[in-house]
């Protein structure tokens, strides 16, 4: 009875653990078909903004952090667990940049920190990355979007130009669906690209703007602000919704992860119960043997038909 009742016991516990993984299934479910919903506006935003910047930049001015600059680097990490190797990969491509010159890390949230923390190489302690709130959710976004956009913003307006040259510029690392991607925001905004080791080696390579290639003008712009005053707006909302859309990007792709992590930890407690049910089969089969035997030795063998 001792052995049945411990079965029963872990029976009842994965049954319990099978219900959690269920509901953060759902929960990374929810969560998805939010941030769907919010695509369309999204994209028109960042469509309106882009028609805009192309139209008030000036196309023969070359784009500011295009060559190899100091960088400031906000990484946008997951800021809840259960999503596989989500913030390993950032954290790996963190070191590399910490062993390139000119490069200032800020990481966005506090997991994506400690996974940094417990596999940084050696020697990378003297200038540690800087920790900015994280995003777990769609709902708590605008508190993170507002504090990373705070400090892009002062660290470009404050930061001096060492020896007469460009200013550092604030880059973003984030997850997509093709893996991590690398995209300039200030001085001047830029297209996502890809992220590789070889890419954090030559910046070139990614400097991808906006203001690269305007579409003609048909006739001079109109304007009812001062041009640098409705540059720096138009650039304030760009920079913001860029933020988010790199934000939701990223959130889509946790989630996939997550399912993707409770997919298989559903599947091995399926499998840990249909161990366990076997388990209890053959205890059961083994019960019934002995009784039985116990049934057949208590009354003699005169009880067994054709026998005597």
Same mark, same amino acid.
């Given at each position: 009875m001792t052995a049945q009742l411990q079965l029963r016991e872990r029976a009842t516990l994965l049954a319990d653990l099978r219900q959690i993984v269920q509901a953060m299934k759902n929960l990374a479910l929810a969560e998805l078909q939010r941030l769907q919903r919010s695509q369309p506006a999204l994209a028109e935003a960042q469509t309106t903004l882009e028609a805009a910047w192309l139209e008030l930049a000036d196309p023969t001015a070359r784009p500011?952090?295009?060559? %190899?600059?100091? +960088?400031?680097?906000?990484?946008?990490?997951?800021?809840?667990?259960?999503?596989? !190797?989500?913030?390993?990969?950032?954290?790996? %491509? &963190?070191?590399?940049?910490?062993?390139? *010159?000119?490069?200032? @890390?800020? @990481? %966005?949230?506090? +997991?994506?920190?400690? !996974?940094?923390?417990?596999?940084? *190489?050696? =020697?990378?302690?003297?200038? *540690?990355?800087? &920790? @900015?709130? =994280?995003? =777990? !959710? @769609?709902?708590?976004?605008? *508190?993170?979007?507002a504090a990373w956009l705070q400090a892009a913003t002062e660290a470009v307006a404050g930061a001096t130009a060492p020896q007469g040259g460009p200013r550092p510029a604030v880059w973003l690392l984030s997850t997509g669906p093709a893996g991590l991607r690398a995209q300039r925001l200030l001085p001047s905004p830029g297209a996502p690209q890809p992220w590789s080791d070889a890419g954090a080696a030559a910046p070139t390579a990614m400097s991808v703007s906006w203001a690269s290639s305007p579409p003609p003008r048909q006739a001079p712009i109109r304007l009812g602000l001062p041009r640098p005053v409705l540059m720096a707006a138009v650039l304030h909302q760009t920079v913001r919704v860029q933020l988010r859309a790199a934000l939701e990007t990223s959130l889509v792709q946790e989630n996939h992860a997550r399912l993707a992590q409770m997919q298989r930890a559903q599947d091995h407690l399926d499998e840990l119960a249909a161990e366990l049910r076997r388990r209890w089969a053959r205890l059961r089969q083994a019960d019934i043997t002995n009784e039985l035997e116990l049934l057949t030795a208590a009354l003699g063998p005169d009880a067994i038909p054709g026998r005597g």
């Open positions: 500011e952090g295009g060559g %190899a600059e100091d +960088r400031i680097w906000l990484v946008i990490g997951a800021e809840r667990g259960f999503c596989g !190797a989500f913030n390993a990969h950032l954290a790996d %491509a &963190v070191s590399t940049l910490q062993a390139l *010159p000119g490069q200032t @890390l800020w @990481l %966005a949230g506090q +997991r994506l920190a400690d !996974a940094w923390l417990a596999n940084r *190489p050696a =020697g990378t302690g003297q200038n *540690p990355p800087r &920790v @900015l709130p =994280g995003c =777990g !959710a @769609l709902d708590e976004a605008e *508190p993170a979007l």
